[in-house]
């Protein structure tokens, strides 16, 4: 499972020109699933998530989490975060968990982080235009 954390002021999804979601303040995630995925890693990964120390504190310091600041999350989902350039210019996505088990996967993610953290998301498998403008910038890679 890889989760592309960002921080932002705010982050929006649209799909056909109809905006699905919008948060303020928190974090946008871009969230991919490999065939080795299952509850268990989405256990451990919403755990980093809701816990990663990276909004900052009273003295600028990044030392508080999504917990801290009360902020709340958009997730979208995104295979491309397995795409395989070691070959060629063509991306290969073999290694992407695709169909209706990484949807059920998606939907588990966002329950159990919503459990936590207010949680909006896009719409798996959709043509989705994401917006968001990112504090900092700060962008981390998470991957179990």
Known sequence: MRVLVQRCSNAKCVVNGKNISEIDNGLMLLVG???TDNKDTILKMVNKVIN????????GVMNLSILDTKGSILSISQF????????????????????????????????VLNGYVPTKSGVFGADMSITLTNMGPTTIMLER
Do not use: Q, V
């Not at 990663?52 to 003295?59: A, Q, V, Y």
């Not at 210019?89 to 588990?108: C, V």
């Open 33 to 35: 699933f490999t065939d």
């Open 52 to 59: 990663l120390r990276i909004f900052p504190d009273s003295n």
């Open 80 to 111: 491309t975060l397995y795409a395989d350039t070691s070959k060629g210019n063509r991306p290969s996505y073999i290694k992407a968990m695709g169909g209706e088990k990484a949807k059920l996967l998606y939907e588990y993610f966002n329950k």
